[in-house]
């Protein structure tokens, strides 16, 4: 008999009955791994279909089904993947896509010779910084259905039938993640937006602004040059905002905790001590 398999995002098949069972055999395949054969109305977990029971110790009865039902399936055609969340690729790619860009816009500010020390001290201009950023995204969404850090995580956003969205969708989405995923990017509060995000995520099976738009994430597997890539990428966006921002940040420190910089200088902790 011929299986669907579901493995690392990817559905793989048709595959003989006998290669499945070697791959139980070889601990390739666990008895939760979504799978899928003709007559099933849907996915479920391979250690539920009875050709495979016995590999695992299980009975049919023993264990329920978390998949939903798949409708309207043509005979022979296996269902659509079961929807995945992709926290762990959505969290990076947003934060790789604010990091790059706070690291372009505070060298643009060094650049223009802007005062950065009293731009740091204004809390309208850090409240306000991100929102270029989310103008530039809506572009991009409505053009290409990606971002920097998406593309590198290969996440594409379209809606739900499968459609690019248009401006007026890329528009609302981008507001959505700029109010309520990130907070305005503003300390304590963008902290507290990524909490509820992280549930509401959890309990709906995708984030707010999805959920309210009808859209989705088309993801394919991630390859070690785009690992790599992101990587060095984050890294040179972080260094670019350090190099202007920490020297004013350190001075600010000095200004307004005069009595916590002065026991750093005669306290530093990379002190060593004498040699006696």
Known sequence: MDIWIIQNGEKIGPIHDFEVRKKI??????????AWHEGLSAWCPLGEIDLFTREFGLHPEESKSTFQDATELSPGTPPPLPAQLHLVRRFWARWFDLYLFAGVWWLGMWAAGRDIGATLSNPWIILFQYIPWFVLETI????????????????????????????KQ??????RVLFLGIGFGWGILALICQIIAYFT???????LWDHAGGHRLQTSPINGLRIVAYIIGLFVALQLQMIVVAPHMMENIKKNFPAFSEHFEKNPPWHLPEKR
């Open 140 to 167: 991009l969404l409505q053009r290409l259905g990606t971002t920097p850090g998406k593309w590198l995580l290969c996440i594409r956003v379209l809606n739900d039938d499968g459609s690019p969205l248009n401006l």
């Open 201 to 207: 995520t959890r309990k709906l099976g995708r984030p």
């Open 25 to 34: 055999e070889f601990g390739e395949l666990s008895a939760d791994t979504p």
């Open 170 to 175: 890329a528009t609302l989405r981008s507001s």
